[in-house]
């Protein structure tokens, strides 16, 4: 992969395993460091296990740092910003990969479990940007939005978070901020790679924006279209095609402008 984050640094949550994982590995391949923020919880949001994302940064050698606290309070969320800054001299990419899954209908869904949802998955990317905002400019801001739409908290917070993508990038458009949230499919490099693609001094133009993996194809999903085939299978993607594609979606539905 070619050096087009070189210089760039990213802040990604839920990097020690996973998706999250790949996606740090990708941009730090595309020439960017970064802090792996991983506390190191299961997938319900339970326990912890420092050694998570120290043993992906150890992995990823000097370029890499981790932050192995847990982000869901605006305390912690300012000083995962802080140690990027402190690490690396600056902020230029966030990804809020970070998300937890507990599975209930709505008339079974303890009191609890839907706040723990909520704050993890919607509350902790809002603290994220608000910490991060106001050291970046010029950067980049990626959501993924996990899966389990079937599922009454998840889907709450997933909805929740396309929103507040929406909300941030007209917002923070004035200080050269892009906001864009993207929802995996089962490919977890083309995922990262489409989230290279969009960190790309490249993507500038490129804002407020849900892209979405449907069976190895990947749309951008809208408001007021249901959504747009962007190219095809997974295996084919390559960030200079994906820009290229977004550009031509742009151009044949919102004439580039915010959704």
């Not at 990262?192 to 969009?198: C, H, I, K, P, S």
């Not at 490249?202 to 085939?229: C, H, K, V, W």
Request: hydrophobic content about 50%; glycine content about 12%.
């Amino acid at each position: 992969m070619s050096a087009v984050l070189h210089g760039r640094v990213a802040l990604v949550t839920g990097g020690g395993r996973g998706v999250g994982r790949t996606i740090a590995e990708a941009l730090i391949a595309a020439g960017a460091r970064a802090v792996i923020a991983d506390s190191g919880t299961d997938d319900e949001g339970n326990g912890a296990d420092p050694s998570l994302a120290a043993g992906v940064a150890k992995a990823l050698g000097d370029r890499a740092v981790a932050f192995t606290d847990s982000v869901n309070a605006p305390g912690a969320a300012k000083a995962a910003v802080d140690l990027a800054v402190r690490s690396f001299g600056s902020l230029d990419i966030l990804v809020n990969g970070a998300a937890i899954h507990r599975d209930a209908p709505v008339l079974a869904t303890d009191a609890r479990d839907w706040e723990a949802v909520i704050r993890a998955n919607m509350s902790t990317p809002f603290y994220l940007m608000a910490a991060a905002g106001t050291r970046m400019r010029n950067a980049s801001i990626v959501n993924v939005v996990p899966a389990g739409q079937d599922q009454v908290a998840a889907a709450a917070a997933c909805a929740g978070l396309i929103g507040l993508t929406r909300a941030a990038a007209r917002e923070l458009a004035a200080r050269g901020i892009t906001v864009n949230a993207v929802a995996p499919g089962e490919s977890g490099m083309a995922s990262a790679l489409l989230v290279v693609a969009l960190c790309s001094p490249a993507a500038a133009g490129i804002t407020g924006r849900l892209l979405a993996f449907r069976d190895r194809e990947l749309f951008l999903i809208g408001q007021s279209y249901p959504g747009t085939r962007l190219v095809g299978s997974s295996d084919e993607i390559t960030p200079a095609l994906l820009l290229a594609a977004l550009e031509r979606a742009d151009a044949a539905t919102t004439e580039g402008g915010l959704p």
